[in-house]
């Protein structure tokens, strides 16, 4: 499945699944952040010194796509004002977050990207 197909064709799946989202070419030829949707949840996914990660996609201070942000090391900004995130953790670094987000697994097996959604808050 392409990540054009998987963004229209969301796969039904149980919690707990492997999600397919793409492949690691498709996903990351624009750069080393992309957001996707898995099962109608916005993820963005972080390519990280040949490292994949996955976190909710929207700020947990305001509207913002994570994925739109600047990346630098294992740290994401959020464009709108700026907070930083932990890829590898999901925590709030500064202000003016005060939430951690989501972190969601991620795997790949061939070229193939996968996600599990994580439950619950982060």
Same mark, same amino acid.
């Given at each position: 499945?392409?990540?054009?197909?998987?963004?229209?064709?969301?796969?039904?799946?149980?919690?707990?699944?492997?999600?397919?989202?793409?492949?690691?070419?498709?996903?990351?030829?624009?750069?080393?952040?992309?957001?996707?949707?898995?099962?109608?949840?916005?993820?963005?996914?972080?390519?990280?010194?040949?490292? $994949?990660? %996955?976190?909710?996609?929207?700020?947990?201070? !305001?509207? &913002? =796509?994570? #994925?739109?942000?600047?990346?630098?090391?294992?740290?994401?900004?959020?464009? $709108?004002? %700026?907070?930083?995130?932990?890829?590898?953790? !999901?925590? &709030? =670094?500064? #202000?003016?977050?005060?939430?951690?987000?989501?972190?969601?697994?991620?795997?790949?097996?061939?070229?193939?990207?996968?996600?599990?959604?994580?439950?619950?808050?982060?």
């Amino acid at each position: 499945m392409t990540a054009s197909q998987a963004l229209i064709f969301p796969e039904q799946t149980k919690s707990g699944q492997w999600i397919a989202v793409g492949t690691v070419a498709e996903l990351f030829d624009q750069g080393d952040c992309v957001g996707v949707q898995v099962n109608g949840r916005k993820v963005g996914l972080f390519k990280v010194d040949d490292q $994949l990660f %996955a976190v909710d996609d929207i700020c947990t201070h !305001g509207n &913002a =796509l994570l #994925s739109d942000g600047d990346l630098e090391g294992y740290e994401i900004e959020c464009p $709108l004002h %700026a907070g930083a995130f932990d890829l590898r953790n !999901g925590k &709030a =670094l500064c #202000s003016p977050l005060v939430k951690n987000t989501r972190c969601h697994s991620v795997k790949v097996e061939g070229d193939g990207v996968f996600v599990q959604l994580a439950s619950g808050e982060a």
